[in-house]
């Protein structure tokens, strides 16, 4: 039997991390993002002779914070290694990373494919420093800013688990919301501070031998990650089925033409030749300080989700969108906790509050509304104080200037009107208005109820009670 | 035995020019080098740890604290030939 034409994809992802850390990691820099070109650099991290590196404890404890966090055996002996190239950004001829011996290995993170769990295996962590940054203006020169090199990285490398797109953008999302909710990496695509590389090939399904692999760089979304993956994957599939073969080689994704390209430098083959980094003694984690950090990670994303699902009966897509961010997940809590019901307070959030975050282009943390406000709110609804219309109404006048809920429904009278003898004559009115409608209603055309609804809500300008309006208008509607 | 091909391979992954009398010196002395080692593999190692470090310590760190950095003009000092700020180099991508 031959083999399979259904050809199936293999993809393993390289992602660097940037520590949340103030200083860089060998030197007291600060590792602030957008300062002017080369102003935050010292002799350490350029390299000059005769200075030497000293470890920032605060990077160890986050890669170690990270690897139990993401289930990996954390190495009681680990050092640094040298890995040599000239390149302008490299201002020392090295970078010291970590080669044989890294701080995390065998670990591995869940995702969701296709509705089911996943374990995603991964080979490694382990630290490395930054390098600079440069600039490509045109003409004969580059330009170099020195200001990101040595900033602390991680590096977290997975196996060759993925089988799509979708599974590897899955993974990188899984990865970013682990990092937010251990506070060691803001997440941040865009700026740089989470950046993913990624090897795929492509085999005949089922087969267990791994085709030529290519290296993709360049993709600075998770948008950009799935679609540089999905272009690769048929590019490579249509010429293997074409009997053409994979070159191994690095490809640049090319988000404006939606096409990856290879890339093109003066760089001769790599030939790192990594050696134990001698200016910087081994270290060796005291089991006890691993201990603390372990016990400093707080409850990750899948648990709280599942915790969501049993303890407040929210529905899965619910638990997941709110567990997505560890500061909106503690913002519902806080709800719950300050006596909201679990699915009004999800539903509020998910739907007003993101709907006015997002607007401002704003986290959660620094949303003006704070829970109380919207436990506030909710209270008010279910005393029947005021319509869940008007509470929309309310909501946003609580968010935009942070007064209480009953002061905004005092001010602008806003109080649902309950009075029957005030609806009774107002709904006269309206049916009154409209005989032709009240006509068709009377031969049948019960659906002509909502017609009335709505005009009794016009005329209160919404603050009517709706079960209330539903039960006069039945019942004048009724009669004659 | 180090050939010239390796010698040259070296210089040129760490950006140097050699003269064909410089190629002929360091294949000599790198070979010489070498060679010592292989002398040294002979002695019995078998109940001796892996050296990572000259020195006997470990864990060599310091807090996470910012310390002023270089004024740009002195940090540029060396270079020959900066721009606004930034060193200026050879065009690095083709």
């Known amino acids: ?70 289930n990996c055996i ?26 044989e011996l ?24 382990h630290i490395e420093e930054d390098a600079g940054k440069n600039i490509h203006e045109g003409g004969p020169y580059s330009l170099v800013d020195l200001n990101r090199a040595g ?26 919301t682990i990092l937010r909710y251990i506070g060691v990496c803001d997440g941040n695509m865009e700026q740089g ?34 679609k540089a993956l999905e272009y690769e994957i048929k590019r490579q599939i249509s010429a293997v089925k074409k009997g053409e073969r994979i070159i191994q080689e690095t490809r640049l994704w090319d988000s404006a033409a939606g096409v990856t390209q290879p890339m093109r430098t003066k760089e001769e083959a790599h030939d790192y030749r990594y050696f134990p980094e001698p200016d910087l003694v081994p270290f060796m984690p005291a089991e006890e300080w691993v201990r603390e950090i372990g016990a400093s990670i707080p409850e990750l994303p899948d648990a709280r989700r599942a915790r969501f699902v049993q303890a407040y009966g929210l529905p899965e897509y619910d638990a997941d969108l ?37 607007e401002d282009g704003i986290s959660v943390e620094a949303s003006p509304l704070a829970p109380a406000g919207l436990v506030e709110l909710l209270s008010l609804i279910d005393a029947g104080t005021i319509s869940g219309k008007i509470a929309k109404t309310v909501f946003e006048e609580m968010y935009r200037s942070r007064k209480p809920a009953s002061a905004i429904v005092k001010e602008k009278g806003l109080l649902q009107i309950s009075d029957e003898s005030e609806l009774s004559s107002l709904i006269d009115q309206v049916i009154g208005a409209n005989p032709n409608e009240a006509g068709r209603y009377r031969g049948g055309e019960e659906k002509l109820l909502g017609f009335f609804v709505g005009q009794v809500m016009k005329a209160t300008k919404g603050k009517a009670n709706p079960g209330m309006i539903n039960k006069l208008l039945k019942e004048k509607l009724k009669k004659d | 035995m180090i050939e010239s091909a390796d010698v040259l391979k070296i210089a040129g992954l760490s950006r140097l020019a050699l003269t064909e ?15 010592h ?14 050296t990572s470090h000259v020195l006997d310590i470990r864990n060599v760190m310091r807090e996470d604290l910012t310390a002023p950095s270089l004024p740009v003009d002195d940090a540029l000092g060396n270079c020959p030939d900066p721009k606004g700020g930034f060193y200026r180099v050879p065009r690095i991508i083709e």
Not at chain 1, 105 to 111: C, R, T
């Open chain 1, 322 to 358: 709110l567990t997505s961010e560890r500061p909106l997940a503690e913002w519902f809590e806080e709800a719950v906790r300050l006596g909201a019901q679990p699915k009004p307070a999800s539903n509020w959030i998910m739907g007003e509050l993101m709907r006015l975050l997002n």
């Open chain 2, 21 to 35: 009398e410089e190629v002929k010196l360091y294949s000599n002395q790198l070979s010489a080098i070498l060679q």
């Open chain 2, 37 to 50: 080692i292989e002398k040294l593999k002979e002695l019995d190692t078998r109940d001796v740890g892996p």
């Open chain 1, 1 to 70: 039997m031959g083999e399979s034409d259904i050809y199936e994809a293999v993809i393993g992802l390289e992602v660097h991390a940037q520590l949340l850390t103030d200083s860089k990691i060998f030197c007291g820099c600060s590792t602030k993002f957008g300062l002017p070109p080369n102003s935050q650099t010292c002799p350490v991290c350029t390299g000059m002779p005769g200075s030497l590196p000293v470890l920032n404890r605060k990077a160890l404890e986050f890669t170690i914070k990270t690897g139990l966090a993401m």
């Open chain 1, 193 to 226: 501070s989470l950046r993913c590389d990624a090897n795929v090939s492509v085999r005949p399904e089922g087969s267990g031998a791994f085709g030529t692999k290519v290296e993709l760089k360049n993709m600075n979304s998770f948008k950009f990650v799935e």
């Open chain 1, 74 to 99: 954390i190495a009681g002996f680990s050092r640094f290694a040298r890995k040599n190239y000239f390149y302008p950004d490299l201002p020392k001829g090295y970078q010291i990373s970590q080669y």
């Open chain 1, 151 to 176: 900033v602390p990285l991680m590096e977290i490398v997975s196996e060759p688990d993925m089988r799509s797109p979708e599974e590897a953008g899955a993974y990188m999302r899984k990865l970013r």
């Open chain 1, 102 to 125: 890294p701080v995390c290995e065998h670990g591995y993170v869940e995702i969701n494919a296709g509705g089911k769990v996943k374990k995603i295996g991964l080979t490694r962590i």
